[in-house]
């Protein structure tokens, strides 16, 4: 039985909200176009946000709009900002946003992602991009493990294919490129539909 999405809001850093969104679009507008014309779309996410910024500025705003599809993607900043990244705290953190969504909406269906090695995309000192990579490699088990148990679905990026492909990333050679973002953003739409069930434009014109 398929189940359709009313409200979707998009939660995290700039992966989420995109460098330049008006010029490059980003991955969430495209999930949300496929999700139908009648669904309402916000886009909370902002460019260096921690998952302390999630928490305290995008979390409300988001749940006000009573969504039924949440996508929350951080984590990536607590590591690159810190010497000394604390994934059991970055997990915390991340159980109790996402508690707050099972409580305001109980019904919604919840999406998280890992992150690749940004160590790869970095120009960072030896000892700092070692850090980095042990840090997100920490973070990406901590999601896995908070999203097992709050039944969230964990878009697996720390190991796609397609992360060393420069046609996928901007001209800063990290964060996704137009075609990233598209990519991605199919991506994510067929994985809702196999997933969750979720209906979407593509799955009804391909029936």
Sequence with gaps: MTRSVSTYVALGD???CG???????RWPDGVAISLGPDVRYANFAKVGATSRHVEEEQLDPGLALRPDLVSLICGANDVLESVRPDPDAFGE????????VEAVVPDAAIVTATYPDLSRFVDLRERTAARVRRGMSA??????????????????WAEHPASDEPEYRASDGFHPSPEGHRRAAAEVVRTLE???????RRAEEAA
């Design 139 to 156: 973070f990406n088990e901590a999601c896995r493990e908070v999203a097992t148990r709050h039944d969230a679905l964990v878009l697996e």
């Design 19 to 25: 460098t330049n969104p008006e010029r490059d679009g």
């Design 93 to 100: 953190r991340l159980g109790r946003m996402f508690g707050r």
């Design 194 to 200: 196999q997933r969750l069930a979720i209906s979407t």
């Design 14 to 16: 700039s992966f989420t």
